[in-house]
């Protein structure tokens, strides 16, 4: 895998609207982008999550809190935003809801 300064971000409103971006050249572009996704995907007071830059994400939700976790890898971000999710989740099941990886 090859990587090179590369952006992406997730933004949510905190009601279940959520807008992400990946691969992006510049931060900037990254956080505007989420942002505007969520708002078109229903989303009021968006706010941004996280920002990540050459590095992989996953965001894991059980339903009513959302989490996101950045690491080197993909299989990373994944487990991390799986284990701390379940420490919020008092026995509700956690799913990744989204994951990704600024790269070309």
């Not at 982008?33 to 830059?53: H, I, M, S, W």
Request: overall charge positive; charged content about 25%.
């Amino acid at each position: 895998m090859q990587w090179t300064q590369r952006w992406g971000a997730i933004a949510g409103d905190g009601r279940g609207h959520w807008g992400e971006s990946d691969s992006r050249h510049f931060r900037l572009q990254a956080t505007r982008e989420a942002l505007r996704r969520c708002r078109e995907n229903g989303g009021d007071r968006c706010k941004l999550t996280v920002t990540y830059g050459d590095q992989c994400v996953a965001q894991a939700s059980d339903g009513e809190t959302a989490v996101a976790m950045v690491r080197p890898t993909r299989d990373a971000a994944v487990d991390a935003a799986l284990s701390d999710c379940a420490g919020y989740a008092q026995g509700r099941e956690c799913r990744i809801r989204y994951s990704a990886c600024s790269q070309l």
